[in-house]
């Protein structure tokens, strides 16, 4: 008995041996070595050479444009992630009672979830949004103004970028669907027979069980929209002025174009305080609106 349960751990830890490896390899190796370059001056073609505190000095004190991306970076999540979420529910919500063609439309919102982050869909998106572009051309046809340089403007240019993250909002809704359908049905009734009418329902019921999954796609998208990369860097490469200079952008820049790997690996390490500290803030509000049913006993 004792050889067969040995066997068995023996065959589990060779299952998850990959897992292992890699996230040792992969994630938690690099992750050690990022957190020692930004303690030095090292720019990738040299030894790295310890400087202590010197890079964070130099971002907080010195890098005007640091400030600027954080600040960019920080407006882009603060719109995209709240709209996404509320386009997401409000297809969900259409989507969530079954007919012929459901299973098509959520493959169909899906799809943007999938190829949104591309490199294809980004220059598409810079093609659409050009002087000469669709979308001039469909307000042409309006009879309103056609001649807005979107993506020349620092006040148009940023909404392009949150309106294309706007558009990719399929895995919410996914999950949003998934939510909707664990809610129990009995509630619904109930409040049928009391002449509960849509609004009272959706207040009082579906929003109140959906907070758990609010809740789940709200960390998600808030740490996809921190990380945002191909929409700044090839729509707009930071223009104008670096109105859309994203973070993990200037990052990238500062890392292997201006070769100040150890800035760089700084910075990585202040994004990643920052993700933490706003996830950790969720997580100790969510007892305020986070709504758990009791299981039974």
């Given at each position: ?63 005007k444009l640091f400030w600027k991306t954080f600040g960019v970076t920080m407006f882009y999540v603060l719109f995209s992630v709240p709209l996404r979420l509320l386009m997401a529910l409000i297809v969900a919500l259409l989507l969530v009672r079954p007919g012929r063609l459901s299973a098509f439309y ?192």
């Amino acid at each position: 008995m004792a050889h067969r349960k040995r066997r068995e751990k023996i065959t589990g830890y060779l299952f998850i041996s990959p897992f292992i490896i890699g996230f040792v390899c992969f994630i938690s190796i690099p992750m050690l070595l990022s957190l020692f370059f930004s303690f030095t001056r090292y720019d990738i073609l040299s030894p790295p050479e310890f400087i202590g505190l010197g890079n964070y000095i130099t971002m907080f004190t010195e890098d005007k444009l640091f400030w600027k991306t954080f600040g960019v970076t920080m407006f882009y999540v603060l719109f995209s992630v709240p709209l996404r979420l509320l386009m997401a529910l409000i297809v969900a919500l259409l989507l969530v009672r079954p007919g012929r063609l459901s299973a098509f439309y959520r493959t169909v919102f899906y799809l943007p979830s999938i190829i949104g982050s591309s490199v294809a869909v980004a220059i598409l998106w810079k093609r659409m949004f050009a002087s000469n572009g669709m979308i001039n051309a469909l307000l042409g046809e309006m009879g309103i103004e056609s001649n807005i340089a979107w993506l020349g403007r620092s006040q148009t240019a940023i909404w392009t970028l949150i309106i294309l993250s706007v558009w990719q909002f399929g895995s919410s809704m996914l999950i949003f669907l998934a939510g909707l359908k664990q809610i129990p049905q009995y509630l619904y009734e109930a409040a049928i027979v009391d002449g509960v009418g849509w609004f009272t329902k959706f207040f009082k019921i579906t929003l109140p069980m959906l907070t758990p999954t609010i809740f789940f796609n709200l960390i998600n998208q808030m740490i996809n929209g921190f990380m945002a990369f191909t929409q700044s860097f090839i729509i707009t490469e930071g223009k104008p002025q670096n109105s859309t200079l994203f973070y993990v952008v200037y990052m990238y820049q500062n890392s292997f174009k201006f070769n100040k790997l150890g800035y760089g690996c700084a910075m990585a390490w202040f994004m990643v305080l920052i993700v933490g500290g706003l996830t950790a803030l969720i997580f100790l509000t969510q007892r305020k609106w986070v709504y758990y049913e009791k299981k039974k006993k």
